[in-house]
């Protein structure tokens, strides 16, 4: 049985010491101070490890596991035969989970004549599944793998030209705004004429194990799709299948909110971006391709390791908020209000109540996300749907550690794509649903732009 199924049973801590035969009791809500922003499993960690953090109040067995999911998720894969970390491929994206969610962190686009290296490209054609979810092209598959092991061809190379745009702010400054144009080459094959790209780059994973233990219940709260209350945003959920149950569940992981769980969540990263094999999807991305390997070593990676890197990400701590009580921030945070940005970021919720997982149950967090999709306008559309989201909907992705982006990843590439350079630029795309907040950005004065930021990297 995966620690997954288990609710990460066994996980205690000191302020959770009572025996597993009682109801885990919830937090004094007086104990918390806005620095918290994982409740319980925060770390006062604002280095280049702010995002690689284990849960507190591990047992010894627990931080085992996760120490052997962070040995496994910094693993390098190499090509089969070999007697340690084989399967690689034949065609994959990138060759370690750590290369593309570097100190657990964010990717960043390439540049012209780069390949591939934190990010990657999705790929359907029009139409839906049996299932409800994206129509996979012929021939390539969901994905794009750029790379291949030797004497395999690649799917095709990946080619951006970044182009620019400014926009003007009401104080007489101005803001370039810069937007990529994807094209493929150098094809294997002939690609369906129809076909639909995505870019996207790798989110981080922090703090991702506290979102799956929110209530849908919860979550559906936020929930106003009709617009009911008229203000313009109407959140909902993507529901998507999940391939373990054969069920429809609500999607909380992934830019459009396309997994249910982080279990699927990274299997699929394992099967699409390494080609690397698990009992969850025990067949090889290319294996009604010409690259497939027929190798008979499928599943590559043991249920053991596979439990233990899920296990890994769901007990990366958060990093606790910085500056919280300087004016300037205090300032800012008035303003994510006042501008209608906390609408989405709703920046505080509780996780469910797990009796044997107590260290995570009935935590007040401040994510600053209601893991919905909302609709970001034309400008910000990728024209591929997935399950319930459009082309133009996103979900609303979490804040918490954002300002700590460029210490961890030495970068501040932000939106799925990684086309906005810094904060301010993030906020300038935003339309759709957004566009009121996005305008009343515009119009502030310099000072009150300043302190807006300066919250948004103290979290």
């Known amino acids: 049985m995966s620690l997954k199924n288990t609710g990460f049973a066994g996980f205690l801590i000191l302020a959770f010491c009572c025996s597993a035969c009682h109801k885990a009791r919830e937090w004094d809500d007086t104990q918390w101070d806005n620095r918290l922003s994982g409740g319980s499993q ?76 934190s990010m990657l490209i999705r790929l359907s054609v029009p139409g839906e599944n049996e299932h409800g979810g994206p129509l996979a092209a012929p021939g390539f598959g969901g994905q794009l793998q750029d790379k291949a092991v030797f004497g395999i061809p690649a799917e095709a190379h990946v080619n951006v030209v970044w182009h620019e745009t400014e926009v003007a702010l009401s104080d007489g400054q101005s803001q370039m705004l810069r937007y990529p144009e994807w094209t493929l080459s150098e094809y294997y094959t002939n690609p369906p004429a129809n076909m639909l790209l ?27 799709e009709n617009d009911l ?18 069920q429809m569940m609500m999607g909380r992981f992934g830019w459009k909110a396309e997994a249910p769980t982080l279990e699927q969540q990274i299997a699929g990263a394992y099967n699409d971006d390494m080609g690397v094999t698990t009992s969850y999807y025990p067949n090889e991305s290319s294996a ?77 967090i401040h994510p600053y996300t209601d893991m919905l999709l909302h609709d970001m306008g034309p400008a910000l559309s990728d024209n591929r749907p997935s399950y319930k989201a459009e082309g ?6 979490p804040l918490w550690g954002i300002g700590l982006t460029e210490t961890v990843n030495g970068h501040t590439n932000f939106l799925h794509d990684g086309r906005a350079r810094n904060l301010l630029e993030a906020i300038l795309w935003h339309g759709g649903e957004a566009q009121n907040s996005r305008d009343a950005v515009v119009k502030l004065s310099s000072s009150d732009r300043a302190a807006l930021l300066a919250f948004l990297n103290s979290l």
């Open 229 to 246: 209350d008229g203000d313009g945003i109407s959140g909902r959920p993507n529901y998507v299948f999940h391939d373990k149950s054969g």
């Open 198 to 224: 995505s870019a996207r780059i790798a989110p981080p994973v922090h703090g991702l194990g506290l979102l799956e233990l929110v209530d849908e219940s919860t979550l559906l709260s936020f929930a106003d």
């Open 392 to 397: 133009s909907e996103w979900r609303t992705p």
């Open 288 to 364: 009604s391709q010409l690259q497939n390997d027929k190798l008979k070593d499928d599943p590559e990676v043991p249920d053991s390791v596979f439990h233990a890197v899920v296990f890994y990400v769901q007990s990366l701590a958060v990093p606790a908020r910085r500056n919280s009580t300087n004016e300037q921030v205090l300032r800012g945070e008035q303003l994510f209000a006042q501008t209608g940005c906390a609408k989405c970021h709703i920046p505080t919720m509780r996780t469910g109540t797990q009796v044997v997982f107590k260290s995570a149950s009935n935590q007040l």
């Open 42 to 117: 925060t770390v006062f960690n604002s280095g280049i490890g702010a995002f690689s953090s284990p849960f507190n109040g591990m047992s010894p067995w627990l931080e085992a596991n996760h120490e052997l999911g962070d040995m496994h998720f910094e693993a390098t894969f190499v090509p089969a035969p070999a007697q340690k970390f084989g399967g690689l491929g034949p065609v994959y994206n990138s060759n370690s989970c750590f290369n593309c969610h570097v100190n657990d962190g964010r990717g960043k686009p390439i540049n012209p004549g780069e390949t591939l290296k």
